[in-house]
């Protein structure tokens, strides 16, 4: 498996689900989306491999059957996209994270003793231990491998393995008109607004790229066109080297295994009715009881079509950082450990749903 590396030669313009037609969207303009979804990523990498194989857009027939279809990947598989920062991985923080922002102490929900009754039945409700007046998720920050090893193992990130948002990457709200070609004048009523993002210098995005022959990633353009605009991206191809926190020491304490289940890449279900049981009693394929859950608000995945020159149709996804916290017999400890850095959900070819396994409820 190869990882390609992309980096922003100016700024990357990914918008979010907000319709962007003429007269909708209210005035603000479109939001940004970094990092984007692996539906805008798989696009540029499958054109990219079919230019090296000699196809072009007037040359439709050339398409290698490798790369599949508008509907699906063919032979290849991928992973991601993460977020890089000096080559090395940054994770959303995971949602059963809160702080206290005038202290800046961190401190991890779990799930109450009892049960309480609401809207989802009979649940036990995330709650901070120790209690801390006004925590809350915090917002706008990234883990380090070592903060997310600490996460797993049941600590909090320390000083230094936790990165800001205005540390990795700027937005830039710009305001465009149309312009008419013959007279190079403005176009009336043809003006529009959109948020850019500008990443630092040392931040990049990666994708696992693998399933077809590793020739054929050798010697292609190392400039591509990347996300709406086209804007210029710079490409790194080299051998895949993701270094994935390790899965902490699961030990069963009277029989019973507690772990948690974190996302750290968007979870993609085919329907609403399995993207609805996953919010409520788990993800299908995890051993044990569910028993609570720290669940982000749900993002709207899109992309463009380039056969039918549209928008592909939005489809909702579990953002990263989502967690599920679970009980479970012991016998089931090996099945448990060999689901950390694993997939669940749908479209895993495509890298959604990747997972890391933690640890909950020790003294």
Same mark, same amino acid.
Request: charged share 20%.
């Given at each position: 498996?190869?990882?390609?590396?992309?980096?922003?030669? *100016?700024?990357?313009?990914?918008?979010?689900?907000?319709?962007?037609?003429?007269?909708?969207?209210?005035?603000?303009?479109?939001?940004?989306?970094?990092?984007?979804?692996?539906?805008?990523?798989?696009?540029?990498?499958?054109?990219?491999?079919?230019?090296?194989?000699?196809? +072009?857009? /007037?040359?439709?027939?050339?398409?290698?059957? /490798?790369?599949?279809?508008?509907?699906?990947?063919?032979?290849?598989?991928?992973?991601?996209?993460? %977020?890089?920062?000096?080559?090395?991985?940054?994770?959303?923080?995971?949602?059963?994270?809160?702080?206290?922002?005038?202290?800046?102490?961190?401190?991890?929900?779990?799930?109450?003793?009892? /049960?309480?009754?609401?809207?989802?039945?009979? !649940?036990? %409700?995330?709650?901070?231990?120790?209690?801390?007046?006004?925590?809350?998720?915090?917002?706008?920050?990234?883990?380090?491998?070592?903060?997310?090893?600490?996460?797993?193992?049941?600590?909090?990130?320390?000083?230094? =393995?936790?990165?800001?948002?205005?540390?990795?990457?700027? /937005?830039?709200?710009?305001?465009?008109?149309?312009?008419?070609?013959?007279?190079?004048?403005? !176009? *009336?009523?043809?003006?529009?607004?959109?948020?850019?993002?500008?990443?630092?210098?040392?931040?990049?995005?990666?994708?696992?790229?693998?399933?077809?022959?590793?020739?054929? =990633?050798?010697?292609?353009?190392?400039?591509?066109?990347?996300?709406?605009?086209?804007?210029?991206?710079?490409?790194?191809?080299? *051998?895949?080297?993701?270094?994935?926190?390790?899965?902490?020491?699961?030990?069963?304490?009277?029989?019973?295994?507690?772990? &948690?289940?974190?996302?750290? &890449?968007?979870?993609?279900?085919? +329907?609403?009715?399995?993207?609805?049981?996953?919010?409520?009693?788990?993800? *299908?394929?995890?051993?044990?009881?569910?028993?609570?859950?720290?669940?982000?608000?749900?993002?709207?995945?899109?992309?463009?079509?380039?056969?039918?020159?549209?928008?592909?149709?939005?489809?909702?996804? %579990?953002?990263?950082?989502?967690?599920?916290?679970?009980?479970?017999?012991?016998?089931?400890?090996?099945?448990?450990?060999? %689901?950390?850095?694993?997939?669940?959900?749908?479209? +895993?070819?495509?890298?959604?749903?990747?997972?890391?396994?933690?640890?909950?409820?020790?003294?």
């Amino acid at each position: 498996m190869k990882m390609w590396k992309f980096a922003a030669l *100016d700024t990357f313009f990914f918008r979010d689900g907000m319709p962007y037609n003429a007269g909708e969207g209210g005035q603000t303009g479109v939001n940004g989306c970094f990092p984007p979804f692996m539906s805008t990523l798989q696009g540029v990498i499958r054109t990219t491999l079919a230019y090296g194989q000699g196809w +072009t857009p /007037e040359t439709q027939q050339k398409w290698p059957e /490798e790369l599949g279809t508008p509907s699906d990947l063919g032979q290849l598989k991928l992973k991601g996209p993460y %977020l890089l920062i000096d080559d090395q991985v940054l994770f959303a923080v995971p949602l059963l994270l809160s702080k206290q922002e005038s202290s800046g102490i961190y401190v991890r929900l779990v799930p109450a003793e009892k /049960e309480i009754n609401c809207d989802l039945g009979a !649940v036990r %409700l995330p709650v901070s231990r120790p209690k801390l007046f006004g925590a809350k998720p915090p917002e706008k920050e990234w883990l380090t491998t070592e903060g997310m090893n600490a996460m797993l193992e049941e600590g909090v990130p320390a000083f230094g =393995q936790v990165r800001r948002q205005d540390e990795l990457w700027h /937005e830039e709200y710009r305001v465009g008109l149309e312009i008419k070609d013959a007279t190079r004048t403005a !176009v *009336d009523k043809k003006l529009y607004s959109c948020v850019h993002t500008r990443p630092t210098h040392n931040i990049s995005l990666g994708v696992g790229v693998d399933g077809v022959p590793s020739n054929w =990633q050798d010697n292609l353009c190392e400039i591509v066109r990347l996300g709406g605009e086209g804007r210029l991206a710079r490409l790194d191809i080299g *051998d895949f080297d993701l270094t994935l926190p390790e899965c902490p020491s699961l030990k069963p304490k009277n029989g019973v295994v507690k772990f &948690t289940v974190i996302l750290i &890449t968007p979870a993609y279900f085919n +329907t609403a009715g399995a993207a609805r049981k996953a919010i409520q009693q788990g993800p *299908d394929g995890i051993p044990g009881r569910h028993v609570s859950a720290c669940i982000g608000k749900v993002q709207q995945a899109g992309g463009w079509d380039m056969v039918n020159h549209c928008p592909r149709p939005l489809n909702p996804v %579990l953002p990263p950082g989502s967690a599920w916290f679970y009980e479970a017999d012991g016998k089931f400890l090996e099945q448990i450990v060999a %689901l950390h850095g694993g997939f669940l959900g749908d479209n +895993t070819d495509y890298g959604y749903g990747q997972l890391l396994i933690g640890r909950w409820g020790d003294e």
